[in-house]
């Protein structure tokens, strides 16, 4: 079964982001996706309004999409439900095939983003 966790240990999300060979950010939460293994991990931080996404990666060997994109999901419901309006992916911080399938769009400057109040309005309409 899968869980997606919120990393309340900085040793262990400091352990999880060089398994997936993210670069690991003290300042920042972290999810975990498991279920069984180890899946991946999405770390993020709140700066200013904005979440920013630092890292949304598998583990090695795994490529889970479906997990990952209900990890992302908890990360957007978490940054919303603390007040803030606008998530983005910072640059290199997940693989080009979950951004296709992650609902965030490209601004002007080519980064991901996403209005997280017109998403939570209506998930099954938001338009990138």
Not at 44 to 58: M, Q
Not at 75 to 87: I, V, Y
Not at 115 to 123: A, E, G, M, Q, T
């Amino acid at each position: 079964m899968l869980t997606v966790l919120p990393i309340q240990d900085k040793n262990i999300q400091e352990e999880l982001c060089k398994i997936c060979g993210a670069e690991f950010d003290t300042n920042s939460f972290a999810y975990r996706a498991d279920d069984g293994v180890f899946l991946g991990i999405c770390q993020f931080r709140f700066v200013s309004e904005v979440g920013e996404i630092s890292a949304l990666k598998y583990a090695p060997d795994t490529k889970d999409d479906e997990a990952m994109i209900i990890m992302l999901r908890a990360t957007m419901n978490f940054m919303h439900r603390c007040g803030l309006k606008k998530s983005v992916f910072l640059a290199d911080s997940a693989p080009q095939s979950l951004l296709d399938i992650s609902s965030y769009g490209k601004d002007e400057d080519g980064n991901y983003e996403i209005d997280l109040d017109k998403f939570y309005i209506s998930p099954c309409h938001y338009n990138k």
